[in-house]
């Protein structure tokens, strides 16, 4: 793929799409490609995580370990967590088919939001709105638990 395509690819993904052109092609050519075949293990349950994936092709079982499974396709960001903190996979990740990723190293996108401040502020500001739906949903669903 070229890198046209590889930042079209990124743009797909909501979270990257915030960062804007200049960023998303930065994150592409800075980015590798890994290719796998079916079985083929992205990473494990429990293994330092220090990248996201964006799905170029062919899917992948993302299994928690309890019995919360998805299936990841093209345009979907596994591991988004891993691009901002350090931390530990809370999930395995398989790939069901023959797939491809870009992997995103966690030190390359912080390198990019070191570059444009306004981007990593559009990052900021959408991960606490989404942190304000998730408490406002545990709230909802205690309130529904106790009525």
Sequence with gaps: MSIDDDVALLE?????????????????????????????????????????????????????????????????????LALVVPMKRPSSAIAIEHASVIRVARSLFQRVLESDPAAAVRLRDEFAVRSSQIASDILMAGAKLTS
Excluded at 19 to 42: H, K, P, T, Y
Excluded at 62 to 70: Q, R, T
Aim: no cysteine; aromatic share 6%.
């Design 12 to 80: 797909r993904v909501p979270t990257l799409r915030l960062l804007g052109d200049a960023s998303l092609r930065m994150l592409a050519i800075g980015s590798e490609q890994r290719n796998f075949v079916r079985g083929d293990v992205l990473f494990n349950l429990g293994d330092d995580a220090d990248a996201g994936y964006v799905v170029q092709r062919g899917a992948f079982r993302v299994d928690d370990g309890a019995g919360a499974e998805m299936i990841a396709g093209p345009g979907a960001l596994i591991g988004e």
